[in-house]
């Protein structure tokens, strides 16, 4: 059964700052991996998949990269802004397959100050 | 990505009594799932709602507490049975449009069992 876990669980910097969130899992056989956001009150907004194929993907400000023989993954945001500011989850294949539930870590949550 | 509309946002219910949760999305899609998030808790699994025949549920889920439809490739139903307070959380509906593509969240229904 795959377990995600999430590193720092809660992290808070200045407005401008690049940072880095730590994703790990244990059942490497995964065809992909998925980034989400999730905003207080609110559902979950999809941020990157990267498949296994991939080592990095890339969506403005964020860069998320995989590494499946260590089982990590991290995704980097670039000079942080206050609207960044939510929880960050980290979600795998519950099994590895390519339509699959997801297994969630804690998520990180994340302020930004102004 | 798909629109997906879920039914109700938020409700509060009496223990004991069952409600259905909706799940719509605007465009057919191949895979549908639900979760729940229970109160500062990350997103576990429940099922995986499938198509003309019964829900797959993932370990801790009963098909009697949790009956789950999905008559067509884009509507889907969750019901809460015999609520108690335990069951104060919330339900989040998940779609893959494509096979290996990301996965997409409604809104999610935020339930309050007094």
């Known amino acids: 059964k795959q377990e995600v876990t999430q590193i720092p669980a809660a992290l808070s910097v200045p407005e401008g700052e690049n940072l880095v969130l730590n994703c790990s899992f244990t059942?490497?056989?995964?065809?992909?991996l998925q980034w989400f956001r999730q905003d207080p009150g609110k559902g979950l907004t999809s941020l990157l998949l990267?498949?296994?194929?991939?080592r990095e993907q890339t969506s403005g400000r964020l860069n998320a990269s995989l590494d499946k023989s260590s089982g990590r993954s991290t995704l980097y945001i670039a000079a942080s802004q206050p609207g960044d500011s939510a929880t960050y989850l980290c979600?795998?294949?519950?099994?590895?397959?390519?339509?699959?539930?997801?297994?969630f870590g804690k998520g990180t949550h994340l302020i930004i100050q102004p | 990505s798909a629109v997906i509309s879920q039914k109700p946002s938020r409700d509060i219910c009496q223990r004991g009594t069952s409600l259905t949760i909706q799940c719509q999305v605007d465009?057919?899609?191949?895979?549908m799932f639900w979760y729940r998030q229970q109160p500062g808790q990350s997103l576990t699994l429940i099922a995986t709602?499938?198509?003309?025949?019964?829900?797959?549920?993932e370990s801790g889920f009963v098909i009697d507490k949790f009956p789950i439809s999905r008559p067509n490739l884009t509507f889907s139903t969750l019901t809460v049975s015999n609520m108690s307070p335990e069951d104060s959380s919330i339900y989040l509906c998940?779609?893959?449009?494509?096979?290996?593509?990301?996965?997409?969240f409604g809104d999610g229904t935020r339930l309050s069992i007094l």
């Open positions: 709602a499938n198509q003309g025949s019964e829900a797959t549920y």
């Open positions: 979600a795998a294949p519950y099994s590895g397959g390519g339509a699959d539930g997801l297994t």
């Open positions: 465009s057919q899609v191949t895979m």
């Open positions: 990267i498949q296994s194929s991939q």
């Open positions: 059942d490497s056989a995964i065809y992909n």
């Open positions: 998940s779609v893959i449009i494509v096979q290996g593509q990301p996965q997409h």
